[in-house]
């Protein structure tokens, strides 16, 4: 009820804006849904899953994204937009923003991406391209490209596929890719 309580009086706060930053980098008064309280920071990879679906949350959370606890933020006041500067939200943006934060962490790397699941780097992937969310800004789609979640075929010969990084050095279009598979 603490957290609730305190969240409360930030987000009602005339200037959250100065009230985050008194408090920023400083207190543990984020908890998540993996048992830790973290301080206010967007180096501690910690998303709002407000709308996700489940699969995207159990991807985000094993590759080390961390969940923001359930009803923190008050669903009564409208979330001043300064408090996503340090807890990412559940847009694409927010997301692949949460993915790299966590990926930068040190005891977590990158490998966790790599090493997921084909399954998983899938549900990560048809949620990037979904038509259901808000746009990929430039500077999201330059980190995308480095994300292990795009399918291609193995080469220009086969039909097979596997999973690598756009940014990787050979890419051959998928037979039938959407325009949003595309982007």
Same mark, same amino acid.
């Given at each position: +009820?603490?957290?609730? #309580?305190?969240?409360?009086?930030?987000?009602?706060?005339?200037?959250?804006?100065?009230?985050?930053?008194?408090?920023?980098? +400083? @207190?543990?008064?984020?908890?998540?849904?993996?048992?830790?309280?973290?301080? %206010?920071?967007?180096?501690?990879?910690?998303?709002?899953? +407000?709308? %996700?679906?489940?699969?995207?949350?159990?991807? %985000?959370?094993?590759?080390?994204?961390?969940?923001?606890?359930?009803?923190?933020?008050?669903?009564?006041?409208?979330?001043?937009?300064?408090?996503?500067?340090?807890? @990412?939200?559940?847009?694409?943006?927010?997301?692949?923003?949460?993915?790299? !934060? =966590?990926?930068?962490?040190?005891?977590?790397?990158?490998?966790?991406? $790599?090493? !997921?699941?084909?399954?998983?780097? #899938? =549900?990560?992937?048809?949620?990037?391209?979904?038509?259901?969310?808000?746009?990929?800004?430039?500077?999201?789609?330059?980190?995308?490209?480095?994300?292990?979640?795009?399918?291609?075929?193995?080469?220009? $010969?086969?039909?097979?596929?596997?999973?690598?990084?756009? !940014?990787?050095?050979?890419?051959?279009?998928?037979?039938?890719?959407?325009?949003?598979?595309?982007?």
């Amino acid at each position: +009820q603490w957290f609730v #309580d305190l969240w409360r009086f930030i987000c009602s706060s005339n200037d959250v804006g100065a009230s985050l930053k008194a408090v920023a980098e +400083q @207190f543990c008064i984020v908890p998540t849904n993996q048992g830790v309280v973290c301080s %206010l920071s967007p180096g501690n990879s910690i998303v709002s899953t +407000q709308g %996700l679906d489940a699969d995207i949350v159990d991807s %985000l959370v094993r590759v080390g994204v961390r969940t923001l606890l359930p009803n923190v933020l008050p669903s009564d006041l409208v979330v001043p937009p300064e408090i996503y500067n340090y807890i @990412f939200d559940s847009t694409r943006d927010g997301v692949i923003r949460a993915i790299d !934060a =966590a990926s930068r962490r040190e005891h977590i790397g990158t490998s966790a991406l $790599e090493g !997921a699941s084909d399954d998983m780097k #899938d =549900a990560l992937f048809h949620f990037f391209v979904s038509s259901d969310h808000c746009p990929i800004s430039t500077p999201c789609k330059v980190m995308i490209r480095n994300f292990p979640i795009f399918r291609r075929y193995t080469n220009s $010969e086969e039909s097979t596929t596997n999973i690598d990084t756009m !940014a990787s050095s050979a890419w051959y279009i998928i037979e039938g890719a959407t325009k949003e598979e595309k982007m």
